[in-house]
């Protein structure tokens, strides 16, 4: 019932930014938790941020707080992963999920996934 497409994704230097767009299709993110996990290599699925559409109430992994923002944009349907002050360890593939579920930080909560867009932050 959802698509979501994240976009993007690119090379960066450390100290760097980037902003990762989620768009959604099929239907709006209404009554929808969107979340941000990342994938490095060798590792598991790992949170990093969340909204609830309707209630703009956000969830940051302690790991990014401070550098990192999640914002939506009602009319266009998508949300938005700023990031800031990249480290190499921000390095992964980037993934957006919608939950029905409400705002969570486990992968399995989350009903539908984007395809992953890449991060890289070189030293």
């Known amino acids: 019932q959802v698509q979501l497409v994240e976009s993007g994704g690119g090379s960066v230097q450390a100290g760097g930014s980037l902003r990762l767009s989620c768009a959604a299709s099929?239907?709006?993110?209404?009554?929808?938790?969107v979340g941000w996990f990342r994938r490095a290599p060798g590792k598991e699925h790992e949170f990093v941020a969340g909204?609830?559409?309707?209630?703009?109430?956000?969830y940051f992994a302690d790991s990014v707080k401070g550098r990192f923002t999640i914002s939506r944009d009602n009319a266009e349907n998508t949300v938005y992963l700023q990031m800031n002050s990249l480290k190499p360890e921000d390095t992964a593939v980037y993934y957006c999920?919608?939950?029905?579920?409400?705002?969570?930080?486990?992968?399995?909560?989350?009903?539908?996934w984007g395809q992953g867009t890449q991060v890289t932050v070189s030293s």
């Open positions: 999920a919608a939950s029905l579920k409400g705002l969570a930080t486990i992968p399995r909560q989350y009903d539908y």
């Open positions: 099929g239907r709006t993110f209404s009554n929808y938790a």
């Open positions: 909204v609830r559409w309707n209630f703009g109430t956000t």
